[in-house]
C-alpha cells in the first residue's frame, strides 16, 4: 500500500463532510433565488424587511426537505467515493458468519440508544442552554411528516452513514487502531452538528454506529441502527410526551440506556466480522 502524506490524509477525511456542505449550499442558494424571484412581486422597494422575513420563514419551514435533497444528491458521489476507496484498503472483511437475526438486534439498539439520549437530554438543562439546538430542532422538523419520515428517517441517515463510517472511519482505519479511529470520526461527526447538546449526543452515537459497523463488518449495520434510532426520535418529537417529573424521566432514561447496553454486550458476544488482510505481511501480523 502506498504510504500518504499527511496533508493528503487530513484532506481525505475533511472531503466528504466538504462535498455534502457544498451541495447543502447551493440547493439552499438555489431555494432562496427561486423563492424570491416569485415573492418579489408581493413586496415593495419600502417593505424589503417584510420580504426578508418571509423568505426566512420560507427557508425554515422547508429546511428539512431541502437537506434531504442534499443528502440525496451527494448519495450518489459518496456513493463513488465509497467504491473507489473499497478498491485500496489494507483489508476487507468476512461477512458470512453473521446469521441473519443478529442483524435484527441493530434494530432494539438505534431504538433504546435514541430513547435514551432524548430523555437524558432532556432532563439536562442542556437544551436550554444552547440557542442552536431550539433552532436545529425547529428546522430539523420542519415540514409534512411523509418527508420527515423519508427525509430524516432514511435520506439523512443514510447519508450521514456513508461520510462518518463508510469514508472518515474507514480512512482511518487504514492509518491507526480501531479505536483512535472510532473516537476521531465520532468527534468528527459530533463537530459536524455544530451545538453541544446535538453534538454530545452525536458522539456518543457516533462511537456506537462505528463500534457496530467494525463488529459486523457492513455499512448496512451502523445504517440500521441510525435509522431505527432517527425514527423513533421523530416520533418521540410528533408524540410531544411529557412527563409528570423530571425523576421519571431520569429513571425511564437510564433504564433505556441499560437496555441498549444489554442489547450491545449480547451483539459483541455473539457477531464478529472477520478480517482479511490484502497484504500477507499483515495478514501474519494480525
Known sequence: ????????????????????????????????????FSMAGDYSQSNMDAFVTALSDKL????????????FFSILILLRMYFKDYKK????FDRKGTAPGWWLILIPIGVFVSLAGNLLINVSD?????????QSQQMLFSGPLAAQIIG????????EELIYRGLIFMRLRQYCNVNLAIGISALLFAAFHGNIVQGIYAFVTGILFAYVYEKYGSLKAP??????????????ACLNYTFE???KVLV????????????????????????????????SEA
Not at 422547508?62 to 434531504?68: F, G, R
Open 1 to 36: 500500500m502506498t504510504q500518504e502524506s499527511w496533508f493528503r490524509r487530513i484532506w481525505g477525511l475533511i472531503t466528504p463532510e466538504l462535498i455534502y456542505l457544498a451541495i447543502c449550499y447551493l440547493i439552499d442558494i438555489a431555494a432562496a433565488g427561486y423563492w424570491a
Open 60 to 71: 425554515i419551514k422547508y429546511a428539512m426537505v431541502l437537506q434531504s435533497a442534499a443528502a
Open 89 to 92: 484498503r489494507r483489508f476487507v
Open 126 to 134: 442542556l437544551a436550554a442552554m444552547s440557542e442552536g439546538f431550539e
Open 152 to 159: 430524516i428517517g432514511v435520506i439523512i441517515p443514510i447519508c
Open 223 to 236: 445504517m440500521i441502527v441510525h435509522i431505527s434510532a432517527n425514527l423513533l426520535s421523530l416520533g418521540l
Open 245 to 247: 417529573s423530571r425523576m
Open 252 to 283: 425511564v432514561g437510564v433504564i433505556a440506556a441499560v437496555i441498549c447496553l444489554a442489547f450491545v454486550w449480547v451483539m459483541d458476544r455473539h457477531v464478529s466480522a472477520k478480517r482479511i488482510y490484502l497484504n500477507q505481511a499483515e495478514a
